[in-house]
């Protein structure tokens, strides 16, 4: 059975930076599609940033520039490094991993099969 355990939330202020972390078992990121995404209070849960096993990362236009998606073969963990942090950024950040999913639905949640419980992450202005 698929686990995905994020890590690594926390409070900081505006400009700060937040390294998340989703240790994944039972799970191979071989020609599949792994993301981060973000759920606001009384908002849509949306893709932050997505990596494929074989190819790049993707972001969201509104963290280009400042956060990075990475993923550890040998862990097989997936990070997010999240930089100059802005109060918007605050929301539960959620791991997910997919199989066979299209680079153009890339940050489509239901085309997610396995999700992790949740990381808080708070950005106080």
């Known amino acids: 059975q698929v686990q995905l355990v994020e890590s690594g939330g926390g409070s900081v202020l505006a400009g700060g930076s937040i390294h998340l972390s989703c240790a994944a078992s039972?799970?191979?990121?071989?020609?599949?599609?792994m993301a981060w995404f973000r759920q606001a209070p009384g908002k849509e849960r949306e893709g932050v940033a997505a990596?494929?096993?074989?190819?790049?990362?993707t972001y969201a236009d509104s963290v280009k520039g400042r956060f990075t998606i990475s993923h550890d073969s040998a862990k097989n963990t997936l990070d997010l490094k999240m930089n100059d942090l802005k109060p918007e950024a605050t929301a539960m950040y959620y791991c997910?991993?997919?199989?066979?999913?299209?680079?153009?639905?890339?940050?489509?949640?239901?085309?997610?099969?396995?999700w992790g419980q949740g990381t808080q992450v708070t950005v106080s202005s």
């Open positions: 997910a991993a997919a199989v066979g999913v299209p680079s153009s639905r890339a940050f489509e949640k239901d085309e997610y099969a396995h």
């Open positions: 039972a799970y191979t990121f071989r020609g599949d599609y």
């Open positions: 990596i494929e096993s074989f190819g790049g990362p």
